[in-house]
């Protein structure tokens, strides 16, 4: 069946660094999709959207980059900090299904001071 | 912040109890939902609801049951708890209405059960 999948469980960066996450998903109709963080403890937290329309969305210090000829997603973080360090999801949306979002397995990304 | 809160925060039972665990937001969310999550893992949706007296099972709804009388309120039901439910459970709220798909979640920080 249809997925949507992350490329690496855990990305390790230096503090200071730029982060990229990577999220594969196999749906070719999907016309929406988010970036969710999860801190330890805690459910997650709405991060950032882009909609298929678009190949490039920016925000406060994270980017996210939409390549639907290879069906890639990728969330860039500039200048990484230890309050960065969490599990990051990737969900799609689409249209004509329950417009109920899937999410991927996860990255979790630890930012080393 | 959201607005959406779960109890209890943490919950350890035995075999073969019945459990509910609560889910309320204050947001006027219609749609609801219930993920399953294991450490480190994906999120796997159990139940959803686009809105009072709407109720539709997932991918993991086989053994458990909701109910949605009122708006805020969406509650999950184990009816015998066994050691394979051992997880951490996810309530969401998102604010769109039905055929909607650019919809952000708002998540509840989850109940963590430990069935012995």
């Known amino acids: 069946g249809e997925s949507v999948g992350l490329h690496l469980p855990t990305l390790s960066v230096q503090e200071g660094d730029n982060s990229i996450i990577n999220c594969a998903y196999s749906n070719s109709a999907s016309d929406y999709f988010i970036w969710y963080k999860q801190e330890s403890g805690k459910g997650p937290q709405f991060i950032i959207d882009i909609r298929s329309n678009m190949d490039k969305r920016q925000g406060q210090r994270v980017t996210v980059l939409l390549n639907k000829t290879v069906k890639h997603l990728s969330l860039q973080i500039a200048a990484t900090q230890p309050g960065d360090s969490a599990v990051y999801f990737c969900?799609?949306?689409?249209?004509?299904?329950?417009?109920?979002?899937?999410f991927g397995r996860g990255t979790s990304l630890i930012v080393h001071p | 912040e959201a607005d959406i809160y779960q109890t209890p925060r943490y919950l350890v039972i035995g075999t073969g109890k019945k459990i509910t665990l609560e889910c309320s937001q204050t947001m006027g969310h219609d749609k609801m939902y219930w993920y399953q999550q294991d450490p480190g893992m994906e999120l796997h949706l159990i139940h959803y609801?686009?809105?009072?007296?709407?109720?539709e099972k997932g991918d993991l709804s086989s053994e458990s049951t909701v109910s949605r009388i009122r708006t805020e309120h969406f509650p999950l039901t184990l009816e015998s708890a066994r050691p394979s439910h051992t997880s951490q459970y996810l309530c969401?709220?998102?604010?769109?209405?039905?055929?909607?798909?650019?919809?952000?979640?708002?998540f509840g920080s989850g109940t963590q059960l430990s069935v012995l």
């Open positions: 969900a799609e949306n689409t249209a004509g299904g329950s417009y109920i979002p899937t």
């Open positions: 609801s686009y809105g009072v007296n709407s109720t």
């Open positions: 969401a709220s998102s604010e769109g209405q039905g055929a909607a798909t650019n919809e952000k979640l708002f």
